[in-house]
């Protein structure tokens, strides 16, 4: 048999992340037409004709999935490092809602999704889901890019930047679907409602309905914080989940994001609707908003995916790190040192990750006729030598700096760290004019 | 006034960590003879002839003074993600102690240590404080990779396995005081009793008074994880702080590592004392081990300064990493958005460790007449894009990997993420070498 590829990659340790994990050394993968044609061993190809337009070699790297994102808000970065160390209540409002409500417009989004991508790109993410204002914009900046996105159209009941006519959801809704779905597989549009405490039963109901049709994606932040549970049972009657329970909007196409602070019976009920998580603890960490249940929501098979949430309080948007402090807090708080082993987080950064976006039968792990979302991390390095374990380092030791080569539904993004689809001199150059901007108005408040 | 300087740093930002914390922007550092010779702006100087034989720009860099690892055991670097994820009597009973029974000699010392070194100073670390076996090793290993090292020889009342003769406690010490108290300042050499409950109260004394009696430093893993009260009260009739307290064995010049459990007591013992706290924030959350109240001793005014511990329970010495996590961990348990703020964090990765190896008066921050232990770290990059704040990028958003050229004692080791105080090719393969030899041992046990 003849094997005519636009991309093999060959050599190094191939991670598979598939339902039996394989693990293949000396690996083979063969892309053809953005997707995966080929997975093996060099050696099972022996004789055959392989013919390749590009060969990237992988001796002395793994070759992996890229990462997925599973929930963040990209323009942030413009924000990044702006104001730390902060109570909550002061940071929203003296600092991140008024920078929000001075400087976002379409190009800020764009301009700061580009940067962003930039940093995803550099340190192993090929897929995100983002939720901001001008969402079309980030699904644009995605476009450039070349990386793979879940764009999601943002529902509350406050004034937003990005409608300020006050469209209906009915038609903001629908606008977005139809002027992206047709951009699938790279592109995916998905509805967010920013949370319980900011959108009406109304309209959490309305958008659920929207997205149901459009057979979508539907986000909320949940329990973040603490005192969220006062505040909708202050105004409900009930707690938040029980809430959005009997509103009807939880379903495994619903997915929940932080959910710091889910009881034992919150657990049961997303449990048996197959409600999905994104858990970003670096950014509950820094905001001190609470440690996620995570190893219990394993226990009762909840899908739960990384995230990083937006940059300003994170501060970066590195998953290498976010897996490794992952694996580590919930080891901390429950003092057992088993919880969230190395594999486990693992495939949340991918394949479980892929879950909760609804994309694990297209991206999230290296088989036959998926997307080609491949990394190669070069392990030659001395923070990763020596080699006991693939999966320890990558969550233990990798940092995002030791991804060589990226390659995003078949298209290699970048290579030996460089970025092919931009010019992130000139990106990072845009940001900095937008934040000397900001520093500017901060000094004439100060 | 005319400069004749061996190297100029010159451009870019540049934080001292001096008491007044100047942030010195276009800065200028001269460097004669190891030491820090001028500091101040560039512009200070025009006018004047300056002379250097090397002139490093750091346009776009932030120089700041390398950080301070206070805890670490290099050649655990061999056992790098040989075992996670395992209960902790599980991990060191069937895996640690077994791998270094067999494993460990002076040459696995040597090599182990060189590759660690390699990885700090790729990280940004240029003094670190070691204690493991053979530790004569670790200071020819030191000396040949141009580090500033506090090594310490070690006391336990069990066979070790550099002792196998069973030499006693003042030979065993005076013979290691005597070999490294002259290579001062970059080797100094100090006494490390393993823990109270592996050392008698007589060893507990006797290597004290040695160490009282040759002005060096001494130190003690003490309260890694809860259970050692229950023991020592068993075995003394007192908990471990007033155990060693009532020994004598606590004062200025005491640094007690890890300190996860001490009570409200303990501190204010601590802080009486002027008892000093290595704080090893993510090796305690791998192994479940608990979290130390470091907030409550920065109250105090008790010194912290940070630590890796070492590389099988945590399992990198990126000081970056560990900066971004000691911030994060103790605003996630307190639920205190404030606590642990950037700089802060920073001073106990710099100055603050320092002070609890007793070297605040030769490195730690970047001031005339100061040893010359300043790393350049490279700010133009996506994810450290845009920067408002110095502090905040360097704790929540630098990796180890930013780290552009370092400089100890005067000497550059590293320019361009090149090292130039070894092949580090040679010092990953004798690594590999070992590792080889130890994986097939475990081939043969399973």
């Given at each position: 048999?003849?094997?005519?590829?636009?991309?093999a990659i060959r050599g190094g340790t191939l991670l598979t992340l598939s339902e039996r994990m394989e693990i293949v050394e000396d690996g083979l993968i063969g892309?053809?037409?953005?997707?995966i044609?080929f997975v093996g061993r060099r050696g099972d190809l022996?004789?055959?004709?392989?013919?390749?337009?590009?060969?990237l070699d992988a001796t002395g790297c793994i070759a992996m999935p890229g990462l997925?994102?599973?929930?963040?808000?990209?323009?942030?970065?413009?924000?990044?490092?702006?104001?730390?160390?902060?109570?909550?209540?002061?940071?929203?409002?003296?600092?991140?809602?008024?920078?929000?409500?001075?400087?976002?417009?379409?190009?800020?989004?764009?301009?700061?999704?580009?940067?962003?991508?930039?940093?995803?790109?550099?340190?192993g993410?090929?897929?995100?889901?983002?939720?901001?204002?001008?969402?079309?914009?980030?699904?644009?900046?995605?476009?450039?890019?070349?990386?793979?996105?879940?764009?999601?159209?943002?529902?509350?009941?406050?004034?937003?930047?990005?409608?300020?006519?006050?469209?209906?959801?009915?038609?903001?809704?629908?606008?977005?679907?139809?002027?992206?779905?047709?951009?699938?597989?790279?592109?995916?549009?998905?509805?967010?409602?920013?949370?319980?405490?900011?959108?009406?039963?109304?309209?959490?109901?309305?958008?659920?309905?929207?997205?149901?049709?459009?057979?979508?994606?539907?986000?909320?932040?949940?329990?973040?914080?603490?005192?969220?549970?006062?505040?909708?049972?202050?105004?409900?009657?009930?707690?938040?989940?029980?809430?959005?329970?009997?509103?009807?909007?939880?379903?495994?196409?619903?997915?929940?994001?932080?959910?710091?602070?889910?009881?034992?019976?919150?657990?049961?009920?997303?449990?048996?609707?197959?409600?999905?998580?994104?858990?970003?603890?670096?950014?509950?960490?820094?905001?001190?908003?609470?440690?996620?249940?995570?190893?219990?929501?394993?226990?009762?098979?909840?899908?739960?995916?990384?995230?990083?949430?937006?940059?300003?309080?994170?501060?970066?948007?590195?998953?290498f790190?976010?897996m490794?402090?992952?694996a580590?807090?919930?080891?901390?708080?429950?003092?057992?040192?088993?919880?969230?082993d190395a594999q486990t987080v693992l495939r949340m950064a991918t394949i479980e990750?892929a879950?909760?976006?609804?994309?694990?039968?297209?991206t999230g792990s290296i088989e036959v006729?998926k997307?080609a979302d491949i990394i190669v991390v070069d392990m030659k390095?001395?923070?990763l030598t020596p080699l006991y374990n693939c999966y320890s380092h990558l969550v233990y030791a990798v940092?995002?700096?030791d991804v060589k080569t990226?390659?995003?539904?078949?298209?290699?993004?970048?290579?030996?760290?460089?970025?092919?689809?931009?010019?992130?001199?000139?990106?990072?150059?845009?940001?900095?004019?937008?934040?000397?901007?900001?520093?500017?108005?901060?000094?004439?408040?100060?």
């Open positions: 048999m003849e094997y005519n590829w636009d991309i892309i053809k037409d953005g997707l044609d022996t004789g055959n004709d392989i013919q390749a337009q590009e060969i997925i994102n599973t929930h963040t808000h990209l323009p942030m970065v413009c924000f990044r490092g702006m104001a730390d160390d902060l109570p909550l209540m002061d940071w929203l409002n003296h600092h991140i809602f008024p920078a929000e409500g001075r400087f976002v417009n379409r190009q800020m989004v764009y301009d700061g999704a580009m940067l962003a991508m930039a940093e995803m790109i550099l340190s993410t090929t897929t995100f889901c983002d939720g901001y204002f001008f969402e079309d914009s980030i699904a644009e900046a995605a476009v450039a890019s070349g990386m793979r996105a879940v764009v999601s159209q943002g529902f509350a009941d406050f004034p937003l930047p990005d409608n300020p006519a006050g469209e209906s959801i009915k038609t903001l809704a629908e606008r977005f679907f139809r002027r992206w779905h047709s951009r699938m597989p790279m592109i995916i549009p998905a509805f967010f409602c920013h949370a319980p405490y900011t959108c009406s039963p109304e309209t959490l109901v309305n958008v659920k309905k929207i997205a149901r049709e459009a057979g979508i994606l539907y986000l909320t932040h949940l329990l973040e914080t603490k005192d969220e549970t006062a505040m909708i049972e202050e105004r409900y009657g009930k707690e938040p989940v029980p809430h959005l329970h009997d509103l009807g909007v939880l379903d495994e196409r619903t997915v929940c994001v932080h959910c710091n602070w889910l009881s034992a019976e919150d657990l049961r009920i997303f449990a048996d609707l197959g409600v999905k998580v994104s858990h970003n603890p670096q950014s509950s960490m820094k905001l001190a908003a609470g440690v996620a249940p995570i190893p219990d929501m394993l226990e009762l098979g909840i899908v739960v995916g990384l995230g990083t949430d937006g940059c300003a309080s994170n501060n970066d948007l590195d998953l790190k976010e490794d402090t992952a580590k807090i919930h080891k901390a708080v429950s003092l057992n040192p088993t919880v969230m990750g879950r909760v976006l609804g994309l694990e039968k297209s006729g997307q390095k001395p923070h940092s995002g700096a990226s390659i995003i539904g078949g298209k290699i993004v970048m290579r030996d760290r460089k970025l092919l689809t931009m010019d992130v001199d000139v990106v990072m150059d845009k940001v900095c004019r937008i934040a000397g901007e900001i520093k500017e108005a901060k000094r004439d408040i100060d």
